[in-house]
């Protein structure tokens, strides 16, 4: 399978922990998304990569929300000190951008429950 | 503030008519405009994309209109089978390099 890979696929954790969720792109593509999904609504931006560096970063993304690319390669979503509102699907993304034009290739996601 | 709206009710079918979705858009001047499907528990899948200086894109059964003046896309899809039910997401390229997605439409074709 050579699609964008995410994991865990599902992630229930207590209020208060700590959280790790890993997406391997499809390897010749250079730029890697993360977006959130709640129940009903469309996937929300929280960041992006191009290569290793993070361009940019949604309002969302609070202080305990944390990504990393190293490397180029794989990426990490982190969420410190969990709360109920983080429940959510976790959504990741990669493209190749090329001209103007880009679309996106979605894993299928990592849906996480905060207790 | 930039907003993208979908049906906001679900969709119903019969199998065989075509499916008509709409995409309403303010405070956007995208470049590009994309749909995707969504399954339950999948992540979306692209479907087609179409640019601000086209009308129509079609795709096998897929058809969709982009009217920059109206701020509308219109997805259709003929001959609609039970297995195009689904969540369809349009989503916007705005000003900011990411894209942004509307609230989806979910289809129900009926057997």
């Known amino acids: 399978d050579t699609g964008v890979s995410q994991d865990p696929r599902h992630k229930i954790t207590k209020r208060g922990q700590n959280v790790t969720f890993r997406c391997d792109p499809i390897?010749?593509?250079?730029?890697l998304y993360w977006y959130r999904q709640t129940l009903g609504q469309g996937p929300e931006f929280l960041t992006y990569?191009?290569?290793?560096?993070?361009?940019?970063k949604s309002r969302l993304l609070s202080d305990r929300f944390s990504a990393e690319r190293p490397k180029g390669s794989f990426s990490t979503l982190e969420i410190q000190r969990t709360e109920q509102g983080d429940s959510a699907m976790y959504l990741c993304?990669?493209?190749?951008?090329?001209?103007?034009?880009?679309?996106?290739?979605f894993g299928s996601g990592t849906q996480l429950s905060v207790l | 503030s930039q907003k993208i709206e979908q049906n906001s009710e679900a969709l119903n079918i019969q199998e065989g008519k075509t499916a008509t979705l709409t995409c309403n858009y303010t405070?956007?001047?995208?470049?590009?405009l994309q749909w995707y499907r969504q399954d339950p528990g999948r992540g979306p899948v692209f479907l087609l994309l179409?640019?601000?200086?086209?009308k129509e894109k079609r795709k096998e059964r897929l058809k969709v209109t982009f009217d920059t003046t109206l701020k509308q896309s219109l997805f259709h899809i003929t001959a609609s089978q039970p297995a195009d039910s689904a969540t369809y997401l349009c989503?916007?390229?705005?000003?900011?390099?990411?894209?942004?997605f509307g609230s989806g439409t979910q289809l129900t074709v009926l057997p």
């Open positions: 390897s010749e593509h250079n730029r």
């Open positions: 179409i640019r601000e200086n086209e």
């Open positions: 989503a916007l390229s705005g000003s900011a390099r990411q894209l942004t």
């Open positions: 405070n956007y001047s995208p470049a590009y």
């Open positions: 993304a990669s493209s190749w951008r090329q001209g103007g034009d880009e679309k996106l290739f």
């Open positions: 990569f191009q290569n290793e560096a993070q361009l940019e």
